[in-house]
């Protein structure tokens, strides 16, 4: 996780995080779009990467495939469907979720470790899978949540078939 605070806190109020997504073996990122983004907004911003941490094998997978994005989902929602749905916390998107609403709890503690402004707003975006997470963090009982700005998935509008 990447928090940029700009030296010039123009919008101390609001804190942008950018979920992505990324390998346990990427090397340390050098340069990144939030903090262009912070500096030239003048506001805190988050960079949330690895969500979801890949690539990953399952004890109970007979195969022991590496599985990535997709296929994680897929033998996640698979197990869960086995167990009779009994087991939500199996599901990939509840840690994905997890992870995104403890990065928002880390950011502010460290903003009153720091002594800076508190943000009263989170504005948070993601792609693809990032997107569906964007919508579960937003709806996590979470009031902070200003603005879900899901890049690739919509789920609006879903209708019962």
Do not use: C, Y
Request: proline share 6%; hydrophobic share 40%.
């Amino acid at each position: 996780m990447i928090i940029t605070i700009p030296h010039i806190l123009r919008r101390s109020h609001i804190t942008f995080m950018l979920i992505e997504g990324g390998r346990n073996t990427d090397q340390i990122p050098t340069k990144s779009f939030v903090t262009n983004f912070a500096v030239s907004v003048g506001s805190v911003a988050i960079e949330l990467r690895q969500i979801p941490n890949e690539p990953i094998r399952f004890m109970t997978d007979p195969t022991q495939k590496s599985r990535t994005k997709d296929a994680i989902i897929a033998w996640t929602w698979i197990t869960f469907i086995e167990q009779n749905g009994t087991n939500p916390n199996i599901l990939l998107q509840m840690p994905m979720t997890k992870a995104s609403v403890r990065a928002m709890d880390t950011t502010e503690q460290l903003l009153q470790q720091e002594r800076l402004p508190m943000p009263n707003k989170f504005i948070i975006a993601g792609g693809s899978k990032r997107g569906w997470i964007t919508w579960t963090t937003a709806t996590d009982n979470n009031q902070l949540v200003s603005a879900a700005v899901p890049v690739v998935i919509n789920i609006l509008n879903l209708q019962k078939a």
